[in-house]
C-alpha cells in the first residue's frame, strides 16, 4: 500500500488487463496492509506486459503450474491441481503431500513503512522439489482403449464408457478410460454443450471417475462368482442337468418371468450353462441349493468370504465405491433377491472392482489390488 504512488492508474490498469471487477481490484488497493494478492495463475505474457508498465507499488511473482502435454488423455486417473497448485482430484490429491514439496522464500530487510532497503544483502531459501510420480499407464494402450470407448460411446449413444486393462500378475493398471474425459488444462470447462448455469455438481459429475466411483449391475459377468459357488458346494457337479424350456419365460422358486436371451437345447448341464450364460440354469441351480434349502446367508457369506465380493480394493482415496453385495436377508422378497444375483442383478459393483475379481482367477485364484502407481522417486524440477 505504501508504495503506491498512482492507486487510481492501478486500479484502472489491473481491472482492464487482469478483466476483475473494478470494486474487487479497488478494495485490494485501497486496504492498509504489506501485500494484497490481485490474481494467481496469470498467462506471463500477460504478466510482463503488467511489469513492463513499472506501476509503483505492483509486483509480478513466479510460479509453477502444471500442464498436461496429452490435454484430456486419462483425465479421471490423473486429476488436476487448482489455482494454488493444489491437488483437486484423481491422483493429483491422493499423493498432493508428496508431490507439492516445500517452499522455498527471499528474506530481505525493509523499513517501518514496508519498502524494501536497497542495497541491502537478501537471504533465500531454497524450496525443496516434490517427488516424481511414475504411474503404471501405459501410453499407448491408454490412447487405443480411449479411442475404442468414443467409437463406443458414438454407436451406443451411450452417456459414459469404461475400458480397464489390468495386469493379473501384480495388479498393474495398463490402461484405463472413461469417456467423455474432460480437459485437464481447463478442467472448468464442461465437456459438454449446455444452456444451464454452470454449478459445483456438475463440475463433480464431469471430474467423477465411474470406473472406481460408481456401481453398477455387473449381468452375466456375475455369473462366474455364482459358478464358484456351486462347484464350491459338495453337492454340485458339473453333469448336473437343468431343463432351461428353450428360451420360454419361466417360474423360478418365487421369481416369475426368468429366460434365457436366446434358445438351444432344453436340458443343458452345467458346462452348457456357462457357455451358453443360461440365466436359467444358474436361477435354477441357485435355488435348489440356497433358496428352497434356506441356506441363503452360506451364498452370500461364500461371496464375501471366499470371493472378496462386497469388498472396496483399495482405491477408497480415489473416490472407490463401496460395492452392494448383500449379507441381510432380511428384506423384501428375499427369495427374487436370491434368484436374480444368480445371474447379476440386485448387486452392485464398481467395474474396478470387477476386473479385480475377474483377475484373481486369471492369476490362480490370488487376489491382487490394483496398482495405478508405479514408484515415487526425488527429481528436481524442470525449468522452461
Not at 22 to 35: A, I, N, Y
Not at 201 to 223: A, H, L, V
Not at 300 to 323: A, I
Request: glycine share 6%; aromatic share 8%; with cysteine.
Amino acid at each position: 500500500y505504501n508504495q503506491i504512488e498512482d492507486p487510481e492508474t492501478v486500479i484502472r490498469v489491473l481491472s482492464e488487463k487482469l478483466e476483475l471487477p473494478e470494486e474487487d481490484v479497488r478494495r485490494r488497493v485501497e486496504k492498509r496492509s504489506v501485500r494484497e494478492k490481485i490474481k494467481s495463475n496469470v498467462d506471463k505474457e500477460l504478466a510482463d506486459e503488467i511489469r513492463a508498465m513499472n506501476l509503483a507499488g505492483v509486483m509480478i511473482d513466479e510460479d509453477y503450474k502444471r500442464y498436461y502435454p496429452y490435454s484430456t488423455l486419462a483425465s479421471h486417473v490423473l486429476g488436476f491441481t487448482g489455482s494454488d497448485n493444489q491437488g483437486i482430484v484423481g491422483l493429483e490429491v491422493y499423493y498432493d503431500d508428496l508431490l507439492m514439496g516445500e517452499n522455498g522464500s527471499i528474506n530481505t530487510v525493509t523499513n517501518a513503512r514496508g519498502i524494501e532497503v536497497e542495497n541491502m544483502a537478501e537471504r533465500r531459501v531454497e524450496g525443496t522439489a516434490g517427488q516424481n510420480l511414475v504411474t503404471s499407464i501405459d501410453i499407448n494402450i491408454q490412447q487405443y482403449i480411449t479411442q475404442k470407448a468414443l467409437e463406443v460411446l458414438e454407436k451406443k449413444q451411450a452417456k459414459r464408457v469404461c475400458i480397464i486393462v489390468m495386469n493379473p500378475q501384480n495388479g498393474e493398471i495398463y490402461a484405463l478410460a472413461d469417456v467423455p474425459e474432460y480437459n485437464l488444462n481447463e478442467p472448468f470447462t464442461l465437456n459438454y454443450e449446455t444452456d444451464e448455469t454452470v454449478t459445483q455438481d456438475m463440475w463433480n459429475q464431469m471430474w467423477r471417475n465411474y470406473c472406481i466411483s460408481d456401481t453398477y449391475e455387473p449381468g452375466s459377468t456375475f455369473k462366474l462368482a455364482t459358478m464358484l459357488t456351486l462347484l464350491d458346494d459338495a453337492d454340485m457337479s458339473p453333469q448336473t442337468a437343468y431343463d432351461t424350456h428353450n428360451g420360454d419365460p419361466v417360474t423360478v422358486g418365487p421369481a416369475k418371468n426368468i429366460r434365457d436371451s436366446h434358445r438351444g437345447d432344453h436340458v443343458i448341464d452345467f458346462r452348457r450353462a456357462v457357455a451358453s450364460s443360461s440365466n436359467v440354469y444358474f436361477a435354477k441351480a441357485i435355488w435348489d441349493r440356497y433358496g428352497s434349502t434356506g441356506r441363503k446367508q452360506e451364498y452370500s457369506d461364500f461371496l464375501h468370504k471366499e470371493l472378496h465380493l462386497g469388498q472396496t480394493v483399495g482405491l477408497e482415496r480415489l473416490g472407490e465405491r463401496k460395492p452392494s453385495v448383500t449379507t441381510d436377508w432380511k428384506v423384501p422378497d428375499p427369495g427374487v433377491m436370491l434368484v436374480k444375483m444368480s445371474y447379476g442383478y440386485r448387486v452392485r459393483l464398481a467395474p474396478i472392482q470387477m476386473i479385480t475379481f475377474y483377475n484373481a482367477i486369471a492369476n490362480g485364484g490370488k487376489m491382487i489390488s490394483p496398482v495405478l502407481v508405479r514408484e515415487l522417486r526425488r527429481g528436481d524440477r524442470v525449468e522452461e
